[in-house]
């Protein structure tokens, strides 16, 4: 089957704005998990779901992040008032459960000019 | 919070030759994992490492996990271009589901 999709893959905007990065995890997965990668480094958690609720949103870095699962599949991470320092790439993952391997899609690559 | 500190930072050897990355923790890995990342990818698995002093291989890659369960080398033999890409450390810390990731080897092979 399909792996992790993510839409867009590029996604240019400009300081202040808001987006929506999309998340379509692999059918089945009840865990999806947000990370951001910025340049030169390893993947920073976010948020993790457990069918629709945040099981842990430690990794939001303030109140202008935030995701949603509404219906336990899809997942939006949105991102108000967006400043340079979000520009990164932003990675789901998804896995059977909470215990399993988690499984990356390629990514949205944001840049706030 | 667990610090993963991985080394070198980025590798360029010739293809043929063998090498060796390092990830060391603050604490004690819970779950140890290795990913590699390619170029517009997501990281994917390449092993988990458990128990202290396990030696995991993966065709050419050697996985070492330390006794102390708190450092871990990953050997290539003969490295390909292949090979080529980001080689992540990470972490279930204290058991939690995030994970948490080393900065990362970034290894170039030359033909």
């Known amino acids: 089957g399909a792996g992790v999709s993510q839409t867009p893959s590029n996604k240019v905007t400009e300081k202040g704005k808001y987006v929506e990065l999309r998340c379509d995890p692999i059918?089945?997965?009840?865990?999806l998990y947000w990370y951001r990668q910025s340049l030169g480094q390893g993947p920073e958690f976010l948020i993790y779901?457990?069918?629709?609720?945040?099981?842990?949103d430690s990794g939001l870095p303030n109140d202008r992040f935030f995701a949603v699962r509404p219906e336990g599949s899809v997942s939006t991470l949105k991102i108000q008032r967006t400043e340079r320092g979000d520009s990164a790439v932003y990675l789901c993952a998804s896995s059977l459960s909470s215990d399993n391997e988690q499984f990356f899609g390629p990514g949205t690559r944001l840049t706030v000019l | 919070t667990q610090l993963l500190e991985q080394s070198p930072q980025f590798l360029s050897i010739q293809e043929g030759e063998n090498l060796t990355v390092y990830c060391n923790s603050s604490?004690?890995?819970?779950?140890l994992q290795w990913y590699r990342q390619e170029p517009g990818e997501g990281p994917v698995l390449l092993v988990t490492v458990v128990t202290g002093g396990e030696v995991k291989k993966l065709k050419r890659l050697t996985f070492q996990f330390g006794d102390a369960r708190k450092d871990s080398s990953l050997h290539i033999t003969a490295a390909q271009p292949g090979d080529t890409g980001l080689y992540l450390c990470a972490d279930r810390f204290q058991g939690a589901q995030k994970l948490v990731f080393g900065q990362g080897t970034r290894l170039t092979i030359n033909p």
């Open positions: 059918s089945g997965h009840t865990a």
């Open positions: 604490s004690v890995f819970s779950s």
């Open positions: 779901f457990q069918g629709t609720g945040a099981a842990d």
